[in-house]
């Protein structure tokens, strides 16, 4: 399987270009699967935690991001889906007040895609896929590898990126951490502006089993920059 794992996007509010490097590295890596790694949505609007005020409300949040998520959903009609915890957070509140989720609809539903499998973790060419709930560190995909004792893809930390190997007498093993596809200039992303360590916009790869990744060149200049997709929001 030649696997594209494209990295939490958050819509609304994923990087311009990103969609466009998506397809570009679908190509270059002449791709036949597509593992959204999780958190395609942000439901900064339906957070625990403090919202900015200068972010949209549930409805117009949940509006702008179906009408991006179409976009994905257009240009990649089949793949596979691994919740995110930002995903869940409709779950986790209605939860909060006592609805069960049978009275929910699925998330296939709710974003409009048919063909998109919602799982919270998958196995594919003996690799563990999942969205990374729970983990942190420097190299979060890397430590999920140690307690799974096989290779291992996640998103979810969104400025770890990269590959970090591990090998015995028997077997060489991996974890890979995708990187994130979000703009961290977004309003639903203001509480990290004083960090210094910033997101790495990148996606991840596996051909037949051997881990690629893949930064994007955004840079001012750059294929990616912003300033050459403003206009295809």
């Not at 196995?123 to 942190?136: E, K, L, R, W």
Request: glycine share 6%; hydrophobic share 40%.
């Amino acid at each position: 399987m030649r696997n594209l794992v494209i990295g939490d996007i958050h819509e609304p509010v994923s990087h311009p270009a990103y969609l466009r490097f998506c397809e570009d590295m679908y190509v270059k890596y002449d791709c036949n699967h597509v593992t959204f790694i999780g958190d395609l949505t942000d439901w900064h609007a339906i957070s625990f935690h403090a919202q900015n005020p200068e972010s949209p409300g549930p409805k117009d949040e949940y509006e702008l991001a179906r009408v991006k998520i179409s976009k994905w959903v257009f240009k990649f009609p089949k793949a596979v889906v691994c919740i995110g915890n930002h995903d869940e957070r409709v779950i986790r509140l209605a939860s909060s007040v006592n609805i069960p989720p049978a009275l929910l609809r699925t998330y296939r539903e709710i974003w409009k895609t048919p063909r998109w499998r919602w799982v919270h973790e998958f196995i594919m060419d003996d690799v563990f896929y999942f969205h990374g709930t729970g983990s942190a560190g420097i190299h979060p995909a890397y430590t999920a590898m140690t307690k799974r004792l096989m290779s291992v893809v996640q998103g979810h930390i969104h400025s770890a990126a990269g590959i970090k190997w591990r090998a015995s007498p028997q077997r060489r093993t991996f974890g890979m951490d995708t990187g994130c596809g979000i703009d961290d200039q977004a309003v639903a992303f203001a509480y990290g502006r004083a960090n210094p360590i910033r997101s790495i916009i990148s996606v991840g790869l596996v051909i037949d089993g051997i881990p690629y990744h893949e930064v994007m060149p955004m840079a001012r200049g750059e294929r990616y920059h912003k300033s050459r997709f403003k206009h295809k929001r």
